[in-house]
């Protein structure tokens, strides 16, 4: 197999985004992967790197985990998107994507004007979980919902995006799974998202280490301000 050294590139740039805000990789990576390999092929592989991305992410802020909150947010989100990736094949991807994408840029705003606050609670990772797996499983996409959950609970930048890639990976885990039994998952898919996976890996490793230095105030603002940029950049990507 040919590598692809431009995906490559945009994998370290989409692994620094993750690291950084918690989303943005899959917003990044979707519409290069989908203009090289086609919409249907390009889920499937930017799952697969996301996958290690997380697992890279989890892992380098392991200790500061908040495994409870985790499992709440997934005891909704791993079943829904079992449930979305099932009808990955039958949805509109494009009109989703725009719906998801205002609602993101909605919820950003709220947040930086500080006139609405997600309570941090269960019922909140309870509720946003479902909602989260299953766009997830449609769309390919978790990273900019989950963090809207997780960024409610107000942890220190290492433990929110170590605690949001926790659950993440679960979730590409179980869209792994579903699209290999419908037959969408193959070594070509495999081995293209193991390699842009390994990138990103690179890119969150460089992030992480410069996220542990800023305030925690400070950092919720820069989120919120790059869940926008990125939102509008997948609108009108698609």
């Known amino acids: 197999m040919d590598v692809n050294w ?12 993750s690291g ?22 390009a889920i499937p592989i ?12 989890a892992g380098i802020g392991f200790k500061q985990i908040h495994w409870k909150k985790a499992l709440c947010f997934l ?3 791993a079943p829904l998107t079992a449930i979305g990736a099932i009808g990955f094949s039958v949805a509109d991807k494009t009109l989703m ?3 998801l994408s205002v609602g993101l840029i909605i919820f950003a705003i709220i947040k930086i004007s500080g006139k609405f606050n997600l309570k941090g609670n269960n019922k909140t990772l309870f509720i946003g979980g479902g909602v989260t797996g299953f766009f997830n499983g449609i769309l390919g996409i978790s990273g900019p919902l989950s963090s809207a959950v997780f960024f409610a609970l107000n942890l ?17 885990i179980v869209k792994i799974i579903v699209y290999n039994k419908f037959s969408m998952m193959n070594m070509s898919i495999l081995m293209n998202g193991l390699y842009i996976g390994c990138a990103m ?10 996220i542990g230095k800023l305030k925690n105030k400070i950092y919720q603002k820069i989120v919120a301000f790059a869940m926008i940029a990125l939102s509008v950049w997948l609108f009108f990507s698609v």
């Not at 945009?10 to 985004?17: D, E, L, Q, S």
């Not at 930017?46 to 992410?57: C, E, G, P, Y």
């Not at 290492?158 to 993440?168: G, M, P, Q, S």
């Not at 890996?201 to 992480?208: E, R, S």
């Open 75 to 77: 005891l909704t989100a």
């Open 6 to 17: 431009f995906l490559v590139l945009i994998g370290v740039v989409a692994g620094f985004m």
């Open 156 to 172: 220190a930048p290492v433990a929110y995006i170590a605690t949001e890639a926790t659950a993440a990976a679960a979730m590409h």
């Open 201 to 210: 890996m690179l890119g969150n490793f460089v992030a992480m280490k410069l």
């Open 46 to 57: 930017s799952t697969v790197a996301q996958l290690l991305s997380n697992m890279s992410r």
């Open 20 to 41: 950084s805000f918690g989303f943005g990789g899959g917003m990044v990576l979707r519409p290069v992967i989908t203009s090289t390999y086609g919409i249907e092929l």
């Open 97 to 99: 994507t725009k719906i």
